[in-house]
């Protein structure tokens, strides 16, 4: 590669780790790339289809599953997870090209992917590495744009020189927010430390929002061969299988959904105020957008259940631009059983923007949320005679609470009675087990 086009020298006081990542269509050789870098054949030892993270005083490798799969589940959520794991930059970029996949084609159309998911820049820090002693003449063409090398002892040497010559290659944040890559490298971090379990995995041929019975957890360091030879560096830190969609969170998520300007976010509030939680969204009369991004708070306590109340911004409106890394948040907390969806929608105010509603925030959740959903009408004081009157005078209204079971309720974001969130849980489909000490004696701070 031409030294024009690299980065500046970016000097960096010892001790330094540099973070090295691995993308590639073998997990074999991705692997053997990664114990000779570490130079200890204790770590990848396994087979993982998930993100495995292996560091040592020099290097932190992250050796990412198979990026290039084109029938990936999830593949926002995985540029997400490793833009967190690899957060604030890489050092150096590995693409492991081996012999059965090495055509022109496929290598063109990874070296691709990897710069519209992460940015053209990225081809400043990426390395195409050969198995050792491989001569493969199909990629010949990409000596002119990249550098190649093999597999040799001498990898942990050139990486400490490759990557001690650049500055760390920083996201552009194009596609997935920065705020988004740092609240889940908060998430992964709880998951490497305390072993806390977040989301499920959507397997071939299941839901796609159901939780996995299996769970994988950070591996304990293996015991040291006594007969092996002591290690050039310190022993390798282990952290396996931290992938989000293997992992299950129990808490119960009540996810706001709606168009802007229909009161979500006074109407998280209200949840928020009856669990006596003190934490509430920010919330104010306004036709412009209030809520840009995902939000979370948690209640400790309502109705003696930890619950998640789930802010979100309005999917549907073309002109805020939201990101496919925010819909991959919200789908996180979309899980069947697990949660109970708010369609948010304000009394008086039925527009024709909300005729289809319903469909369109299942074809962009690509999930039938309708079977966890209750319509909630927001200015419930503005109402005049029956509540069932009025949905029935409204076509395009009664055929979304029809779709929805007839689950609907009202709403009056002013009123600091808690009965009204008392009523709405009772309305939450298989309620008496995910509230297990709901009493309306106690009302919701229970």
Not at 213 to 241: I, V
Not at 361 to 383: A, F, G, N, P
Request: include cysteine.
């Amino acid at each position: 590669m031409d030294s024009n086009k690299l980065p500046p020298r970016n000097k960096l006081p010892p001790p330094y780790q540099h973070t090295v990542a691995l993308f590639g269509k073998s997990i074999e050789f991705r692997n053997f790339i990664g114990k000779k870098i570490l130079n200890d054949d204790r770590v990848f030892v396994q087979m993982s289809k998930t993100f495995v993270v292996e560091t040592n005083d020099s290097f932190k490798i992250i050796n990412t599953p198979d990026f290039f799969d084109e029938e990936c589940l999830y593949p926002d959520q995985m540029a997400i997870d490793f833009m967190a794991l690899s957060h604030p930059g890489l050092g150096l970029v590995i693409l492991a090209i081996e012999s059965e996949n090495s055509q022109e084609e496929e290598v063109d159309a990874q070296i691709r992917k990897l710069k519209d998911t992460f940015g053209e820049q990225i081809t400043t820090h990426l390395v195409i590495m050969l198995p050792e002693n491989s001569s493969l003449e199909s990629i010949y063409h990409l000596k002119q744009s990249f550098n190649i090398w093999c597999a040799n002892p001498n990898l942990p040497s050139e990486c400490k020189k490759w990557c001690s010559e650049r500055q760390r290659f920083r996201y552009n944040f194009k596609n997935y927010s920065e705020d988004v890559v740092i609240r889940r490298k908060t998430d992964l971090e709880k998951i490497r430390y305390d072993g806390i379990p977040l989301y499920p995995l959507k397997r071939a041929g299941s839901n796609p929002m159901t939780p996995s019975t299996s769970q994988q957890t950070r591996a304990e360091p293996e015991e040291p061969d006594a007969s092996a030879p002591p290690a050039q560096e310190a022993a390798p830190e282990h952290y396996n299988g931290i992938s989000a969609w293997e992992q299950q969170d129990n808490m119960f998520n009540i996810v706001m959904l709606g168009l802007t300007g229909t009161g979500k976010s006074a109407s998280a509030n209200t949840i928020l105020a009856a669990g006596n939680s003190k934490k509430h969204f920010l919330s104010k009369s306004s036709s412009l957008p209030v809520t840009t991004q995902c939000e979370e708070k948690i209640v400790k306590r309502l109705c003696g259940t930890q619950v998640r109340v789930v802010d979100t911004p309005d999917f549907l409106n073309d002109q805020l631009n939201i990101s496919q890394g925010q819909v991959e948040e919200c789908k996180r907390y979309c899980q069947p059983g697990r949660c109970v969806v708010l369609l948010v929608l304000q009394l008086s105010r039925f527009t024709d923007g909300e005729i289809g509603i319903l469909e369109k925030l299942e074809k962009k959740l690509d999930w039938k949320i309708r079977e966890s959903t209750i319509v909630l009408l927001t200015h419930k004081e503005d109402l005049e005679g029956g509540l069932d009157e009025y949905i029935n005078a409204h076509d395009g209204l009664k055929s979304i609470v029809d779709m929805c079971g007839k689950r609907v309720h009202l709403f009056n974001n002013t009123s600091h009675d808690t009965k009204q969130v008392t009523e709405l849980i009772k309305k939450i489909p298989n309620y008496e087990n995910i509230f297990p000490k709901f009493t309306e004696k106690q009302c919701c701070v229970c």
